[in-house]
């Protein structure tokens, strides 16, 4: 887990607790944020989740009154510890939900000439990228319109080069008619702004047999007219913990565009 005491990234109404509150031996007033993949298979208000860093949560309440994420929607959530869950359980935490951010959450799309065109060629600007569990993570920006953006990871399976690695492609089609970041011509046309998300991708299925990890090089173009950028990460098979690399990663919920 990463303790996160920066009160920016939420707003504080949804923060449980005074500044003496503790429940259990938990303090209410201190929460963590991390990226995890829901268990919910009926749709519920309360329900597991799996953090990145290997520990599952129970929702035991909710500051999120009507929030029903879908069974492996992966998220960003902040949430604060009751209480250690009972003996053989099968989970870690009982935890408050303060907050949530629904990450775009998709599989590999194999490249086909049939979906070459519709997959887009618009820019993306990687602003970061890990792996954690089985997912590719990719915090982005781009410029569109209002809606869920049109972002996949692409396979091209001629692509892997002498030393094995994979090679993927970030695609982002902005489903608009003029070319970016040109502005809007007429009123008809839709409003754009720069906007910001987190996307996971499942690279579970890129394992290969008789090995223990593969480096995989993201390609994505930042900008028209700009060179193609690469970006070299190592999948080690198994549970793979969110490492940054650097100081632990922190998620800005309030500047991240819905996803949904």
Same mark, same amino acid.
Request: hydrophobic fraction near 35%; proline fraction near 5%; charge should be negative.
């Given at each position: 887990?990463?303790?996160?005491?920066?009160?920016?990234?939420?707003?504080?109404?949804?923060?449980?607790?005074?500044?003496?509150?503790? /429940?259990?031996?938990?303090?209410?007033?201190?929460?963590?944020?991390?990226?995890?993949?829901?268990?919910?298979?009926?749709?519920?208000?309360?329900?597991?989740?799996?953090?990145?860093?290997?520990?599952?949560?129970?929702?035991?309440?909710?500051?999120?009154?009507?929030?029903?994420?879908?069974?492996?929607?992966?998220? +960003? =959530?902040?949430?604060?510890?009751? /209480?250690?869950?009972?003996?053989?359980?099968?989970?870690?935490?009982?935890?408050? #939900? *303060?907050?949530?951010?629904?990450?775009?959450?998709?599989?590999?799309? =194999?490249?086909?000439?049939?979906?070459?065109?519709?997959?887009? $060629?618009?820019? #993306?600007?990687?602003?970061? #990228?890990?792996?954690?569990?089985?997912?590719?993570?990719?915090?982005?920006?781009?410029?569109?319109? *209002?809606?869920?953006?049109?972002?996949?990871? +692409?396979?091209?399976?001629?692509?892997?080069?002498?030393?094995?690695?994979?090679?993927?492609?970030?695609? /982002?089609?902005?489903?608009?008619?003029?070319?970016?970041?040109?502005?809007?011509?007429?009123?008809?046309?839709?409003?754009?702004?720069?906007?910001?998300?987190?996307?996971?991708?499942?690279?579970?299925?890129?394992?290969?047999?008789?090995?223990?990890?593969?480096? #995989?090089?993201? $390609?994505?173009?930042?900008?028209?007219?700009?060179?193609?950028?690469? $970006?070299?990460?190592?999948?080690?098979?198994?549970? *793979?913990?969110?490492?940054?690399?650097?100081?632990?990663?922190?998620? =800005?919920?309030?500047?991240?565009?819905?996803?949904?």
């Amino acid at each position: 887990m990463k303790k996160i005491f920066g009160l920016w990234l939420v707003p504080a109404l949804l923060l449980a607790g005074g500044c003496n509150d503790e /429940y259990n031996g938990y303090s209410l007033n201190k929460y963590w944020v991390d990226m995890a993949t829901v268990e919910n298979p009926d749709g519920e208000p309360y329900f597991y989740f799996n953090t990145d860093e290997g520990e599952r949560m129970w929702v035991a309440a909710t500051a999120l009154r009507g929030y029903r994420p879908k069974e492996g929607q992966r998220i +960003v =959530a902040n949430y604060t510890i009751l /209480y250690d869950a009972p003996k053989d359980s099968g989970y870690d935490y009982d935890v408050k #939900l *303060n907050a949530a951010y629904n990450v775009l959450t998709r599989e590999i799309v =194999a490249l086909t000439e049939e979906n070459d065109a519709q997959l887009g $060629h618009d820019p #993306l600007g990687v602003r970061d #990228l890990w792996v954690g569990a089985h997912y590719l993570n990719v915090e982005f920006s781009y410029l569109g319109k *209002n809606g869920r953006p049109d972002i996949n990871l +692409v396979r091209d399976g001629l692509k892997v080069d002498e030393a094995g690695k994979i090679h993927l492609e970030l695609r /982002y089609n902005s489903g608009l008619i003029y070319a970016l970041p040109e502005p809007p011509t007429t009123q008809s046309d839709p409003v754009v702004f720069t906007r910001k998300g987190i996307a996971s991708f499942d690279i579970g299925p890129l394992e290969i047999d008789g090995k223990e990890s593969v480096t #995989l090089v993201i $390609h994505s173009l930042p900008a028209y007219g700009a060179e193609e950028e690469t $970006h070299e990460v190592i999948f080690t098979y198994g549970y *793979n913990k969110a490492l940054s690399g650097g100081a632990p990663r922190t998620f =800005a919920i309030d500047e991240y565009s819905d996803m949904e």
